[in-house]
């Protein structure tokens, strides 16, 4: 998330209550959580196992529950609740807004678009030419949605991203400030959802055609003229190149990179990164060719034994 105006790390700490180690006049430009940090972005840790990924980020800031050395060109906040202090941050520069109309404030909506009934559209959502969104469809705010795009009756675009805190109390949310990004002619099929952002963008790629009852994480990357049968589910945070395709119920682990041109067979597990090019299968799955020779081997096993 950009915030867009001014704020130097110095004002941002005197805002939380914390103290700056390095220098407090270096300039924040956004917020956001490790896995799309950006220069001037600020990201925070809070468990010493993921304190070398947060600090030699891209990130220009790192908000972190203990004083450690600064890397060079960086600044630190010093906070014992990284993960709240985060949260206050990012609902001050994206709070919520409550909405008591079917159409929110300062959307962009071409004329072109055909909006059926009882479509719920957020705040500053932007649609396309030629868009086509069924009934009962929920657009969260910010989402983008380019030309030729078809939306499916009751697909839920942008709503709150599944990032939780585990606390003695309970699960506490991430606030999430991020939003979708949906390129020109993809399809989104009946009852699919696409989460939000924790706090960058969730793309679907142009020309990318999703079946019915898909579900897609906060800050997932999905490339070009992909195909992803009934039931898939992706978790947050994973990049998936063009022309992948994936069938009824593969689940797919979160960070998980998939390359151009991979196909996963039905009821496959991603748990690792995929290679461009090839066909998957099983769970955990592995090359298609690969898992059939291991099923083949255990059946001729199995009848080994029942001879016996």
């Known amino acids: ?3 867009g105006s001014i704020h130097t790390i110095g004002a941002i700490a005197q805002f939380l209550g914390r103290k700056v180690v390095g220098d407090e006049s270096l300039i924040v430009t956004g917020i956001n959580e490790i896995h799309r940090v950006e220069p001037g972005d600020l990201v925070f840790v809070d468990h ?3 304190y070398d990924k947060a600090l030699n980020s891209a990130a220009s800031f790192v908000l972190i529950d203990r004083e450690v050395p600064v890397p060079e060109g960086k600044a630190l906040i010093v906070s014992p609740e990284p993960f709240d202090d985060y949260n206050k941050l990012t609902k001050k520069f994206s709070p919520y807004r409550p909405q008591m109309s079917m159409t929110g404030e300062n959307c962009q909506i071409a004329d072109s678009a055909h909006l059926s009934p009882n479509c719920f559209i957020g705040h500053d959502v932007i649609i396309g030419e030629n868009v086509t969104i069924h009934p009962g ?3 969260g705010d910010g989402t983008v949605i380019e030309e ?3 939306i499916g009756p009751n697909a839920v675009i942008g709503h709150y991203a599944f990032y939780y805190k585990k606390k003695t109390t309970g699960y506490d949310r991430m606030h999430s400030c991020g939003f979708v ?3 020109k002619s993809a399809e989104i099929g009946a009852g699919s959802t696409i989460d ?3 706090s960058a963008i969730t793309r679907i790629g142009e020309g990318t055609k999703i079946d019915n009852l898909v579900q897609i994480g906060h800050d997932t990357i999905i490339g070009k003229n992909c195909l992803f049968a009934s039931q898939v589910g992706i978790a947050g945070c994973c990049t998936i190149g063009d022309n992948v395709t994936l069938w009824g119920q593969v689940g ?3 960070g998980i990179t998939i390359g151009d041109g991979v196909v996963v067979l039905a009821q496959s597990g991603i748990g690792k990164d995929l290679e461009a090019g090839k066909t998957y299968f099983g769970t955990p799955c592995d090359e298609a060719k690969i898992k059939m020779r291991e099923l083949f081997t255990l059946k001729n096993l199995a009848e080994s034994g029942n001879k016996k």
Do not use: D, L
């Open 48 to 50: 010493p196992k993921y």
């Open 252 to 254: 797919c682990a979160s």
């Open 1 to 3: 998330m950009k915030i």
């Open 181 to 183: 990004y949906i390129e």
């Open 148 to 150: 030729n795009v078809i």
């Open 137 to 139: 469809a929920y657009i």
């Open 196 to 198: 939000a952002g924790v």
